[in-house]
């Protein structure tokens, strides 16, 4: 669910990175070593930021599509604050990041990371991760990663466990960040505070 006001924790990511390429201390450990606390301000749409900032927001993640008249409001609102911002872009593609990384870090100062991909399926997973690859080209200094899916998902655990394994390979993002959707209509979720299935995974 998106919710169209600014939440709190868009992704868990201290405290989880992935391994098994790259130097002995990776891209995403070392980010997360000099980043130790994230707490970033979800929306999608414009908002005055200070507040947030003021407030202890470390960061704000933009989650937008097509509406690129909010990003670009957004963005500069950020910006102005002084917020570091996350971008997430669903449908991001190869294409789309030549075309739009560049762009947005050079129209507004702060960039801290870049999302693309959402819940991806696997078949997608290649694809996902030449994004991937090409982002960090263009911004060597920012977090790169996608949004895996949630062990809400309706896999059975091995299922799940295959699945992580396959993003991590595929995809190859600097952390691991997965969507865990904790609150029901019923109440908490049975699996909210269980340990990340994955045997790719290991704390800093």
């Known amino acids: 669910?998106?919710?169209?006001?600014?939440?709190?924790?868009?992704?868990?990511?201290?405290?989880?990175?992935?391994?098994?390429?790259g130097d002995p201390l990776s891209r995403g450990?070392?980010?997360?070593?000099?980043?130790?606390?994230t707490v970033t301000a979800m929306s999608e749409f414009a908002v005055d930021h200070k507040p947030?900032?003021?407030?202890?927001f470390t960061s704000y993640f933009a989650l937008f599509g097509e509406h690129y008249d909010w990003a670009d409001r957004a963005l500069s609102q950020a910006a102005a604050a002084g917020m570091p911002w996350h971008y997430l872009r669903g449908d991001g593609s190869l294409e789309w990041a030549r075309e739009h990384v560049p762009e947005?870090?050079?129209k507004y100062p702060g960039n801290a990371g870049w999302c693309l991909g959402d819940e991806s399926d696997p078949a997608g997973f290649p694809a996902l991760g030449a994004a991937l690859d090409e982002v960090r080209k263009l911004a060597p200094d920012a977090l790169v990663y996608s949004a895996a899916r949630g062990m809400?998902?309706?896999y059975a655990p091995d299922a799940y466990r295959t699945y992580l394994d396959q993003f991590i390979e595929s995809v190859r993002p600097d952390v691991l960040s997965y969507d865990q959707y904790p609150f029901y209509g019923s109440g908490t979720a049975a699996?909210?505070?269980?340990?990340?299935?994955?045997n790719r995974v290991h704390r800093t």
């Open 1 to 21: 669910m998106r919710l169209a006001v600014t939440l709190g924790l868009a992704a868990v990511l201290a405290g989880l990175t992935t391994g098994g390429w």
């Open 152 to 154: 809400d998902w309706p």
């Open 29 to 37: 450990t070392r980010w997360v070593r000099s980043h130790p606390f």
């Open 191 to 198: 699996n909210f505070l269980g340990a990340c299935p994955s």
């Open 104 to 106: 947005f870090r050079s």
């Open 52 to 56: 947030y900032a003021e407030v202890g």
